[in-house]
């Protein structure tokens, strides 16, 4: 877990869709938006703004 954190440490605590397509390899917006209603990765609304934490993407990563 501790390398995937130094592997995402230049992305922000707190990640837009762009940024979560980045973090997953170049996915784009439909697939991730298709993982975050899923309940795949946690995500949270601020109005019309998809927010996700990047503790919820590297635990989607690390099968948890």
């Keep these: 877990m501790e390398r995937t954190d130094q592997m ?3 992305y922000p605590d707190v990640l837009n869709i762009s940024q979560l ?3 997953l390899g170049g996915i ?3 697939a991730a938006y298709q993982l975050l209603h ?3 990765i ?3 609304k601020i109005g019309k703004a998809f927010r996700i934490p990047k503790n919820s993407v590297i635990a989607f990563l ?3």
């Design 42 to 44: 946690r995500y949270f």
């Design 8 to 10: 995402f440490s230049q």
């Design 62 to 64: 690390n099968g948890n």
């Design 21 to 23: 397509c980045e973090m």
């Design 28 to 30: 784009g917006p439909k």
């Design 38 to 40: 899923s309940g795949s």
